[in-house]
């Protein structure tokens, strides 16, 4: 037969097992709430990043579309502004070169342009002057046409 003391001591056994049970998932659940929290400000920042730069390329493309800078000026201008970033654009934009790998310089040159005829840069009239110096900009630059299919 089993002695009272005996069941108490079990029963305190389990009891206390299941108390640093709880108590280990209580510290994985901190843990991991502060791993979210970081997280979140890496991507919050990253967000302020992302929104100074484009910021900061509209601001490049209003100049280019005005007349005030050059392609070639202008692209060297986004190059300090997207640094890492042109190698991901060339992936996003690559269709448009038709299987051939553009140079980093091709890539910036494009998306200041298309920034220009999706939009940015003024009335429609003074856009499309702005398009057509900038297409021969870019065939002077790269010795080849601007990829037409946007």
């Known amino acids: 037969m089993v002695s009272r003391s005996s069941i108490q001591a079990a029963c305190f056994v389990t009891f206390v097992a299941a108390l640093a049970a709880l108590w280990a998932q209580r510290e994985r659940l901190a843990r991991i709430r502060q791993a979210e929290m970081i997280h979140a400000e890496e991507l919050v920042e990253q967000t302020t990043a992302r929104r100074h730069q484009y910021k900061a390329a509209a601001a490049v493309v209003e100049r ?83 990829p037409a299919e946007w």
Do not use: W
Not at 79 to 87: A, H, K, L
Not at 103 to 128: M, P
């Open 64 to 146: 280019l579309a005005a007349g005030e800078l050059s392609l070639a000026a202008a692209v060297v201008e986004l190059q300090s502004v997207f640094q890492s970033d042109v190698r991901a654009m060339a992936r996003d934009f690559g269709k448009y070169f038709r299987g051939r790998g553009p140079t980093d310089h091709e890539v910036l040159a494009f998306y200041a342009i298309n920034k220009i005829r999706s939009g940015a840069g003024g009335e429609s009239s003074c856009r499309r002057a702005a398009l057509f110096r900038l297409e021969d900009e870019y065939r002077v630059l790269f010795d080849r046409p601007f």
